[in-house]
Nanobody
Framework: QVQLVESGGGLVQAGGSLRLSCTAS????????MDWYRQAPGQQREFVAR???????NYAESGKGRFTISRDGAKKTMYLHMDTLKPEDTAVYYC?????????WGQGTQVTVSS
């Protein structure tokens, strides 16, 4: 049973930083890739960042230059470091991973950025 557990969300002032973590129940290198998505109230879930099994990363335009995705295989954990946070970054952030066509999601962690 594959499980993904997010942590690290919270309330932060605009301009501040947060680091989100996503810990998997399996070796993260079994995944084809791991991603962060977010969903703001009344909005569709949107892509934030991805790191594939080879370590290649890509980002949504909204986070380029401010967000950094990384991982630690020994800890079975993926991270999203977010700098210069803006009120529009407020959302529930979800960890996602896939093994071929099978998708796995975490339960989400709330990030609230106050102005």
């Amino acid at each position: 049973q594959v499980q993904l557990v997010e942590s690290g969300g919270g309330l932060v002032q605009a301009g501040g930083s947060l680091r989100l973590s996503c810990t998997a129940s399996i070796n993260i290198f079994e995944f084809n890739g791991m991603d962060w998505y977010r969903q703001a109230p009344g909005q569709q879930r949107e892509f934030v960042a991805r790191i594939n099994v080879g370590g290649v990363t890509n980002y949504a335009e909204s986070g380029k230059g401010r967000f950094t995705i990384s991982r630690d295989g020994a800890k079975k954990t993926m991270y999203l470091h977010m700098d210069t946070l803006k009120p529009e970054d407020t959302a529930v952030y979800y960890c996602h991973a896939n093994i071929l066509s099978r998708d796995y999601w975490g339960q989400g962690t709330q990030v609230t950025v106050s102005s």
